[in-house]
Nanobody, 123 residues
Framework: QVQLEESGGGSVQAGGSLRLSCAAS????????MAWLRQAPGKEREDVAS??????YYAESVKGRFTISQDIAENTVVLTMNNLKPEDTAMYYC??????????????????RGQGTQVTVSS
């Protein structure tokens, strides 16, 4: 029904940058609301960043360092990560939900998730 394909990620030293991309494929080209989540071993899932109608959300831990951008027409989302820290090491997942008439609510609940891409930051 909905497929999310992530790209990017990898290993970088602290202070470096990475760019994650995600493309959503949907039946009938439905408009999606998209976000990035992450989960490190032994830790709970964290909502990293999301785009909603009229705004964006960032976790406190990434504010000022990460930027999320979405091409609504293409159903793609990019997470640009700067000044990476070792604590950013995690599996990063693209997540999505259907918009309602083109409207994306701020609620961080998603119906679909990608396979994940690993980000490793060394000190």
């Amino acid at each position: 029904q909905v497929q999310l394909e992530e790209s990017g990620g990898g290993s970088v030293q602290a202070g470096g940058s990475l760019r994650l991309s995600c493309a959503a494929s949907t039946y009938a080209n439905s408009r999606m609301c998209m976000a990035w989540l992450r989960q490190a071993p032994g830790k709970e899932r964290e909502d990293v960043a999301s785009v909603y109608t009229g705004g964006t959300y960032y976790a406190e831990s990434v504010k000022g360092r990460f930027t999320i951008s979405q091409d609504i027409a293409e159903n793609t989302v990019v997470l640009t990560m700067n000044n990476l820290k070792p604590e950013d090491t995690a599996m990063y997942y693209c997540a999505a939900k259907f918009s309602v008439g083109g409207y994306c609510s701020p609620e961080r609940f998603y119906n679909f998730r990608g396979q994940g891409t690993q980000v490793t930051v060394s000190s």
